[in-house]
């Protein structure tokens, strides 16, 4: 499986996990690297990923599947990464990401409810707040060591990921008295 996207820094990177079954058909994911790339073009996705094969000492030759978003670069019938292993190993078979087809469906219900939209772009704008001013993120710190010690750090909201969201959403509501200070803070 492999995934590419942009850093805070602004830098295209690529995760690569490999989903294998062990002898008692157990199955296991393995972070395998995240690479800084120049490009996401299917050409260097796909070295990339031969690459990382090479050097974990993983033939090809045993791949049975390739799992990417639909984006053209990934799943491209004629020139995308899929095509790209498919044409080095045709049993390396592509299947589209159910997560990410599954997060894309998430997201279009929450677009169509008014209460999701509002609650989600509160807690974005709360992120932003304290994520772009250093006074604030050191006051919510205090606070949360003062307040809440056994809490989880507030966490920023991912605006693609939902196993983000939920994180941020979720430390939003175990925060919620701390933030509630910090904004009373804010406007002293």
């Known amino acids: 499986m492999v995934d590419e996207t942009t850093d805070q ?7 690569i996990v490999l989903r294998h079954v062990d002898s008692e058909l157990n199955v296991h994911e393995e972070f395998m690297g995240l690479c800084m790339v120049p490009s996401i073009d299917a050409a260097t996705l796909t ?3 031969l690459d990382t094969l090479v050097r ?22 004629k020139k995308g990464v899929a095509a790209n292993i498919t044409s080095k190993e045709p049993r390396a078979v592509y299947t589209h990401c159910y997560g990410h087809a599954l997060n894309l469906a998430v997201g279009d219900t929450v677009k169509r409810s008014k209460v999701m939209r509002d609650s989600l772009d509160t807690v974005f704008e709360m992120s932003k707040l304290i994520k772009y001013s250093p006074r604030r993120d050191t006051i919510l710190e205090q606070l949360k060591r003062e307040m ?7 966490r920023v909201l991912c605006p693609t990921r939902w196993s983000v969201r939920a994180a941020s959403l979720n430390s939003v509501l175990k925060n919620y008295s701390v933030l509630q200070s910090l904004w009373e803070i804010s406007y002293e």
């Open 148 to 154: 809440a010690p056994d809490t989880p750090g507030f």
């Open 9 to 15: 820094s602004n830098r295209e990177q690529v995760v």
């Open 47 to 49: 070295n990339v990923i």
């Open 56 to 77: 974990m000492n993983i033939s090809l030759s045993k791949c049975r599947g390739q799992c990417y978003d639909g984006a053209s670069n990934m799943s491209g019938a």
